[in-house]
């Protein structure tokens, strides 16, 4: 089992844990709707990743209420 040597005193604890604070996130604006979206990723709100429509909506997906 590991032991200290010394005590660690407080500046120098809080000065190893001055790194390990979370960093707040880098939100883009979406081309294509204008809404926060995270940075590489496909917009949640319109389904587009740069210019493209990666993930249909579901008011663009005619059901055919026959087959259902």
């Known amino acids: 089992m590991a032991v200290q040597q010394n005590k660690v005193s407080k ?3 809080n000065n190893r844990r001055a790194h ?19 940075p590489h990723h496909v917009c949640p709100s319109c389904g587009h990743y740069a ?18």
Request: overall charge negative.
């Open 11 to 13: 500046s120098r604890r």
């Open 20 to 38: 390990d604070a979370l960093v707040a996130g880098n939100p883009n604006e979406c081309d294509n709707c204008g809404e926060l979206k995270r």
């Open 51 to 68: 210019t493209r429509e990666v993930i249909a909506s579901v008011d663009d997906i005619e059901l055919d209420e026959e087959a259902a």
